[in-house]
């Protein structure tokens, strides 16, 4: 086993070294480069993850996969699913609950952020319930050919893309940036040509949608702004989805209710931990709560910044793609 690791990690050291030289490279703010592996564009910081988890990762028929492009609602399903799935291990008040001591990104991780040894091991507490940002066609192949669930959430690109500028930003907080609007502007068109983190956009939420059309048991596509708009139908359905449908007697308990509560934006942002704790040594808990607000983009776009926006909508509902819950007159 001990030898069969090294082999592997000095495999997937040489891959790296390779790719991360010959692959295309794209900016992304100032510390954040990406490269184009296997059609997306993958940060360079989670390249060698995302290389681990596709050669080394074995789905159990069990598992539960979260996947969702950043910043379109990760946090808040990771928050919902971790509950519902193990909601019996906790009183119904939720006093105790994880999440006064544990932002959900620590109890929920990332298959691309896990070393080898612990994507080998995969010990987690059954059911596991993972996070991915990777697209449908990058996963490990286990997780397509296993009777493993995803659950993928989407939100639209104009309050993504806002929530993903105001991410970055605090990067280059004390650096010789200026969050002005040329610049923003000018991430708009790279975000557009598809130029993101594990974007582009359009595709990403195409491969889980068309799968989730090809095979609705295998894939749950929720929306954002769906699960704003009507919290408690969504809740029942992922419960239903994840194998953990509440009972007559937990309804009658407002079972669902407590759940929505706790995991509010207004809950998360307040527990301490959130307020003061790190999710690791440069990105605050913080972070991953701001205003989760639908519509968001209008306070921040020129009409000429919206419009940037339209090929890719029009890629959207080429492809018989349009939003459920959320209508964008640009
Ligand atoms: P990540 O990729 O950094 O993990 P992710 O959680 O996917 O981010 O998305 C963050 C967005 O979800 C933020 O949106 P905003 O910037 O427009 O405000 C964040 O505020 C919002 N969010 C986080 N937690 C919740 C929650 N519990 N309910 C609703 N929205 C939430």
């Known amino acids: 086993m001990e030898a069969t690791n090294t082999k ?3 495999q997937i050291e040489k891959e790296f070294k390779e790719l991360k030289l010959s692959l295309p490279k794209a900016a992304w703010f100032e510390n ?4 184009l592996y296997k059609s997306f564009w993958c940060p360079q910081y989670f390249l060698k993850g995302a290389i681990t988890f596709q050669n080394y990762f074995e789905a159990q028929d069990g598992d539960i996969i ?3 492009l950043p910043r379109t609602g990760t946090t808040w399903l990771k928050s ?3 509950t519902i799935i193990n909601r019996d291990n906790f009183s119904s008040q939720f006093s105790q609950h994880p999440f006064h001591t544990k932002n959900p990104h620590d109890l929920v991780l990332y298959l691309e952020g896990l070393d080898l040894s ?3 091991v995969g010990n987690q507490p059954l059911p596991r319930l993972f996070a991915t940002h990777l697209p449908y066609l990058s996963l490990s192949d286990s997780i397509k050919t296993s009777q493993c669930r995803i659950v993928y959430v989407c939100r639209n690109p104009l309050d993504t893309f806002v929530s993903l500028w105001h991410f970055y930003l605090q990067f280059e ?3 010789d940036i200026h ?3 040329e610049l923003m502007e000018e991430y708009i068109g790279k975000y557009c040509k598809g130029e993101s983190p594990f974007g582009p956009y359009e595709d990403h939420l195409l491969g889980y949608w068309e799968e989730s059309n090809r095979n609705p048991q295998k894939v749950l596509f929720l929306e954002y702004e769906g699960l704003k708009k009507e919290p408690k139908a969504h809740l029942k359905s992922l419960a239903d989805f994840v194998g953990c449908p509440f009972s007559e007697e937990e309804e009658k308990q407002n079972v669902i209710d407590e759940i929505i509560k706790l995991c509010s934006l207004k809950s998360l ?3 301490e931990v959130n307020k003061n704790g790190n999710f690791s040594p440069m990105v605050e808990n913080k972070t991953f709560f701001r205003k989760g607000e639908v519509g968001d983009w209008t306070t921040h776009f020129t009409p000429s910044m919206a419009k940037q926006f339209h090929q890719m909508l029009r890629k959207l509902n080429k492809a018989g793609f349009s939003f459920t819950y959320y209508r964008m007159n640009l």
């Open 80 to 82: 919902l699913l971790y």
């Open 269 to 271: 942002k307040e527990m």
């Open 173 to 175: 907080r004390n650096k």
């Open 179 to 181: 969050p002005n609007m």
């Open 118 to 120: 612990t994507i080998i």
């Open 66 to 68: 979260l996947a969702s």
């Open 8 to 10: 592997a990690k000095e």
């Open 32 to 35: 954040s480069a990406m490269v």
